[in-house]
């Protein structure tokens, strides 16, 4: 399987615990992208890197929420002190460069499913 | 401000009619991209089509068809002699070209249901 994978699919945590979740994404793409989906919505952007450099954070990432792609392939999303509003599906994405400022599409992985009780 | 609006939150038909999927969307941006994701009950988001803002052709993949129309700001999706397997939530997705499509603009998604 050479499509983007998630672990684990599922993630039952109580709140104020701490969770992380990993990306590996398709092998030949630099860049790489988290999302959070909650019910009934689209994904919302969380963060991107490019190779090992994390360029953009949104506002949605609060402090408790960090993210690494240490040597530019697989990445972790780390959640501290999990609230019930965590509770979501994560997503993680990759892309090619696209070159010449042409934007290519994102392959996106199954997804972990928070639930913070 | 960029935004995707899905006005069809959710539509059922019956098996082999055909059914479009509305896309409305805003931007300031001269030069765009538009994207369709299928997300079926298994949750992957699945990649439909990229259109970038100065290709106004339609395109016709198999059963599928979109309509990009810039006067209206629309980008509309068509499945023509729908089937069950096409039942799953599409989204319409926009990005600007000046930076990566890391900040892809959702909208809601609509959930087509094709009942046998």
């Known amino acids: 399987d050479t499509g983007v994978s998630q672990d684990p699919r599922h993630k039952i945590t109580k709140r104020g615990q701490n969770v992380t979740f990993r990306c590996d994404p398709i092998?030949?793409?630099?860049?790489l992208y988290w999302y959070r989906q909650t019910l009934g919505q689209g994904p919302e952007f969380l963060t991107y890197?490019?190779?090992?450099?994390?360029?953009?954070k949104s506002r949605l990432l609060s402090d408790r929420f960090s993210a690494e792609r240490p040597k530019g392939s697989f990445s972790t999303l780390e959640i501290q002190r999990t609230e019930q509003g965590d509770s979501a599906m994560y997503l993680c994405?990759?892309?090619?460069?696209?070159?010449?400022?042409?934007?290519?599409?994102?392959?996106f992985g199954q997804g972990t499913r928070l639930t913070v009780v | 401000a960029q935004k995707v609006t899905q006005a069809q939150t959710e539509i059922s038909v019956v098996e082999k009619e055909d059914v479009t999927l509305d896309c409305v969307y805003e931007?300031?941006?001269?030069?765009?991209?538009l994207f369709w994701y299928k997300q079926p009950p298994s949750g992957e988001l699945v990649f439909l089509i990229r259109?970038?803002?100065?290709d106004e052709q339609n395109e016709i993949s198999g059963r599928y068809s979109w309509n990009f129309q810039k006067s209206t700001s629309s980008f509309n999706f068509t499945i023509t002699a729908s089937q069950v397997v096409d039942s799953a939530v599409y989204f319409c997705?926009?990005?600007?070209?000046?930076?990566?499509?890391?900040?892809?603009?959702w909208g809601a998604g609509t959930k087509l249901i094709i009942k046998p």
């Open positions: 994405a990759s892309s090619p460069h696209g070159g010449g400022g042409v934007i290519t599409e994102a392959f």
């Open positions: 092998s030949e793409h630099n860049r």
């Open positions: 890197f490019q190779n090992e450099a994390q360029l953009e």
């Open positions: 931007t300031r941006d001269t030069t765009y991209y």
């Open positions: 259109r970038n803002s100065f």
């Open positions: 997705a926009l990005s600007g070209a000046w930076r990566s499509n890391y900040q892809l603009i």
